[in-house]
């Protein structure tokens, strides 16, 4: 058979042949009857090849079978019921039309062109699980590559050739392996999250606004508020999410590169790996179950991914703390909005689903913190300015506040006011250290010989 011709399961049978030491054809039955001896339960080795026969049927061009995330994520979210009542619609239904009109009053972002809706956890799943694979396929890969990098190293010599003909299969294992941690994570996320931005992060398509009724009577159970009010400060704050986003047609696309960036400099700890490998005892997997599903084999973060943390915490801080700030304004209504609004800030606090969900696939952590100090900005701009030169800041990425604004709103604030009397701001930090990289790369020239002569324009005559 040709090389080009032999698929990830010829590679395997190969592989375990060598490993086994049979000769041609089928694994060796007698050498596999010995596994009885090194304490493997045989039903237990069964399930792993039904696992690895999935893993080869599923996965798709990249080695990983999206498709079982998809099964476990739903087995899990489906587990206590699958539908939505005729009164929880209803209900919500009333709550979003009224939180439409009270968003409108405190935001000029446009209302959005779908109804917003109510849906199941399989519905959830379904809705935000491309995303999700977005996010997770730089680890995935990473973890295919280091289960080979592990098996190429611990091979011997004679043996290099074929562990590289089966490199596919390693990847497509590891892939497999991660794909059923994601489809844990987001099964387990559907029997939390109340609504579609409850994570902060894009997962719900563009325009798009959703309640999970399930999720949702959990959530007010022990806050001792009317259930009504409840409902519209969730309605409302979900509103609010998705119209920034749709506004914003670029900010999904800045949200989930960023994670993403972060995610590609994630390598599997290969020392935890081989220690955990070491000790693994198969009769009994939920040492190794557990440490893939709570990220201990994720290393450090480099410096480079440090950066890439507090770049993609400024930026989810920023969007909640506009949702926050909006969501405020529109339920002042509501006697119980201040009760809504601190349970959610608890909440974050603790860590809540978005926190917990890439913590365990990406070893992400988002300090609430910040949002809490982007919240107090957009409170400092809304009052100087107004909502509508607030909301003209998502208008361009360009015209987005930064961390710089985070820290120091006044800034922000006397650039904003200054603007709306329609003087020309004086270059801020940025503008100044444009300037400055623009002069380092021109040629070097003394003090009196700075290219002026005399007519406030630089000479044309300068050398090159």
Sequence with gaps: MADDDRSPEDDFQELMRQLFGGAGGDLDAEQLSRLSGMNIDPAMMQAVMRQLQGAFAGADQGGISWDLAQRQALHIANQEGLGVTAGQRTDLDQAFALATLWLSEATTISE???PPATITRGGWVEATLPVWQ????????????AL????SEQAPDDMQAMVQGAGRLMRTVGGSLFASQLGQVVGSLAKEVVSGGDVGIPLMPDGEAAILPQNFADFGRDLEVPEDQLALYVATRELAHARLFRHARWLRLHVISQVTDFARGVHVDTDALEDLASRFDPSNPDELRAAIESGALLPARSEAQDAALARLENLLATIEGWVEVVTEAATSRLPSAPRIAEAVRRRRAVGGPAEQALGSLVGLEIRPRRMREAAAMWRAVTDAVGASARDALWDYPDL??????????????ARLEARARGEEPAPDELDDALARLLAGGLPHRDDDDAGDDGDGAPDDHRPV
């Excluded at 977005?134 to 590559?145: F, M």
């Excluded at 080979?148 to 098996?151: E, Q, S, V, W, Y």
């Design 112 to 114: 959005l062109p779908t």
């Design 148 to 151: 080979t990098r592990a098996l």
């Design 134 to 145: 977005e996010l997770a396929e730089p680890v995935a890969t990473s973890i295919g590559d």
């Design 400 to 413: 987005m506040p930064g961390a710089e604004d985070i820290d120091d709103p006044a800034a922000l604030v």
